[in-house]
């Protein structure tokens, strides 16, 4: 799924259509991630990821298939968990229905 169709859904089932994609320098996600509690180390670890992934190299091994993926779409994962978690209406996954 791409990126801006995520900020897509999520904007629209949060009520604020002006939400838009923000992707940070690498260094300035490790600085947070460190200033959030997460040892240098591991926050270090957490970037090399994300590079290998935005690089391509890090992919999934099988693509998606009813097998190994929730019957849940993102955009009833939004409506029923995302968008009552974000106005503090929280329900777990389960008391909402949704498969995970």
Same mark, same amino acid.
């Given at each position: 799924?791409?990126?801006?169709? %995520?900020?897509?859904?999520?904007?629209?089932?949060?009520?604020?259509?002006?939400?838009?994609?923000?992707?940070?320098?690498?260094?300035?996600?490790?600085? %947070?991630?460190?200033?959030?509690?997460?040892?240098?180390?591991?926050? +270090?670890?957490?970037?090399?990821?994300?590079?290998?992934?935005?690089?391509?190299?890090?992919?999934?091994?099988?693509?998606?298939?009813?097998?190994?993926?929730?019957?849940?779409?993102?955009?009833?994962?939004?409506?029923?968990?995302?968008?009552? +978690?974000?106005?503090?209406?929280? +329900?777990?996954?389960?008391?909402?229905?949704?498969?995970?």
């Amino acid at each position: 799924m791409r990126k801006l169709r %995520v900020v897509s859904e999520v904007a629209r089932g949060i009520g604020k259509p002006d939400l838009r994609y923000e992707q940070f320098p690498y260094d300035q996600v490790q600085q %947070v991630l460190t200033q959030m509690g997460i040892p240098p180390k591991g926050a +270090a670890l957490y970037i090399e990821m994300y590079k290998a992934i935005n690089a391509g190299v890090l992919v999934p091994q099988e693509p998606r298939s009813p097998e190994n993926s929730t019957p849940t779409s993102f955009e009833q994962f939004v409506h029923d968990v995302f968008a009552p +978690a974000y106005d503090g209406n929280v +329900a777990t996954a389960s008391e909402s229905g949704v498969e995970m």
